[in-house]
């Protein structure tokens, strides 16, 4: 005879959370705390030498900053889209290729990517920029500070761009999108929005603080 606890018992579905959601939750504490030390340089530097600061940021183009800006925290909201398509198992789109309310996870990543690359190249056209305007790395405090911050994030981003063609070329190579697959690009989409979100913080400190 079997008793109710057993029954009740055989019942039970233990919910136990993704180790690689949880592993990428906790490496990205971790890079919190390196961010922190970025800013924590800034703010010294803002304290011990005000005319620099007042002197460097002068030569900062706001506007060209804030387009790039919205570039990078845009390709959240794709990304993001992507997310919700993998949660559908949705991997390719299922319409035309502007129905975008028909795309899969991959034509959003790709359009992520794109996104990100805009942003990247941007950053990079605009140490051209101060380059001629005689900021380079080792000018000063300040410009060291400025190319060390910006420059780890930047290294940040295309570590992302990277992440998302691996996860377009997995759902590429995988005969069928399960739940696996599913979780990569969700896992990827943490990492993403939080390079978004550093960013956010480091334009205001930048390019806003003055």
């Known amino acids: 005879m079997v008793t109710t606890a057993a029954v009740t018992s055989r019942n039970v579905v233990i919910n136990r959370p993704n ?63 992507g997310v919700f398509a993998a949660e559908k198992m949705r991997p ?6 502007l129905q975008f309310w028909r795309w899969g996870t991959v034509e959003w990543f790709y359009l992520t990517f794109a996104m990100g690359a805009i942003f990247v190249t941007g950053q ?27 420059g780890f994030h930047g290294l940040h981003v295309t570590g992302g ?10 759902i590429y190579a995988v005969k069928h999108f399960t739940h696996k697959e599913a979780t990569t690009a969700i896992v990827v989409s943490y990492y993403w929005h939080f390079v978004d979100v550093v960013w956010i913080g480091l334009f205001l400190v930048i390019y806003v603080l003055k």
Not at 92 to 97: A, I, L, N, Q, V
Not at 161 to 170: E, H, M, N, W
Request: glycine share 8%; with cysteine.
């Open 19 to 81: 180790t690689v959601s949880v592993g990428t939750i906790v490496w990205l504490g971790s890079e919190v705390m390196f961010f922190a030390g970025l800013f924590a340089i800034y703010f010294t530097l803002r304290s011990v030498s005000p005319e620099l600061w007042a002197e460097q940021t002068g030569k900062l183009n706001f506007w060209y900053s804030f387009a790039n800006t919205t570039i990078l925290v845009l390709s959240s909201v794709t990304c993001q889209m």
């Open 92 to 97: 390719r789109r299922t319409g035309g290729p």
């Open 124 to 150: 990079i056209y605009e140490y051209a920029l101060l380059v001629t305007e005689h900021v380079g790395l080792q000018s000063d405090a300040y410009a060291s500070a400025f190319y060390l911050t910006t």
């Open 161 to 170: 761009l990277i992440a998302f063609l691996l996860v377009i070329g997995r």
